[in-house]
């Protein structure tokens, strides 16, 4: 048995949960989200609580499309309650960050500034140094969060670049330390 997948997901007040047929729509104070159920995937409501279930839980695929769509629909509740947020941090000489109308403009180091749309249901704020995204979409987020960072990845040697603000870049040493030796 799917250990995650078993267990019940809460629907908090104020969430209106609606599965009809293969579709599964969760609407909150942030706003609402749909999700398409695979074909052997079944959510039920009991109350304040939802269920997930499999047509053969002892196959392992099904186990595993269990587990899934525990995550998905328990990641639909809670971005519509609360939403995600991701933060991501930019350090070097001379590259900053800044809100665009169309989404943000950035200066990496490159000949020319990079302009950066960010997709519907989106925001980000920059303060300083510091990019945070933030949406009711959990996959949309990280999603847009790897496309910012995949601008300016951060390099060993000096640590410059686009980074999460919890990553942490292992060092090298350049050619001067290897010399020395």
């Known amino acids: 048995m799917s250990r995650i997948g078993k267990q019940p997901i809460t629907v908090p ?46 196959d392992g695929r099904d186990r595993a ?6 995550r998905l629909v328990h990641n639909l509740v809670e971005g519509v309650t609360k939403g995600y947020t991701k933060q991501l941090e930019l ?16 200066s990496l180091g490159f000949s020319h500034p990079v302009e950066y749309v960010l997709p519907a249901g989106i925001q980000a704020t920059v303060e300083k140094n510091l ?11 990280g999603e847009t969060a790897a496309c910012i960072r995949r601008l300016k990845k ?24 290897k010399a020395g030796k």
Not at 19 to 47: F, M, N, Y
Not at 65 to 70: C, H, R, V, Y
Not at 98 to 104: E, F, R, V, Y
């Open 13 to 58: 007040a104020g969430v209106e949960f609606v599965v009809v047929g293969a579709q599964c729509t969760a609407k909150g104070p942030k706003g609402s989200l749909v999700l398409a159920l695979h074909p052997h995937v079944s959510v039920t409501r009991e109350g304040d609580e939802l269920r997930v279930t499999v047509q053969n839980p002892e």
């Open 91 to 106: 350090n070097g000489v001379g590259f900053k960050v800044a809100n665009s109308p169309k989404g943000l403009a950035m």
């Open 154 to 177: 951060p390099e060993p040697y000096k640590g410059k670049g686009i980074k999460y603000v919890d990553e942490v870049i292992r060092r090298k040493a350049g050619k001067a330390a």
């Open 131 to 141: 990019i945070t995204i933030s949406g009711i979409d959990k996959q949309l987020v």
């Open 65 to 70: 499309l269990w587990g899934l769509f525990g």
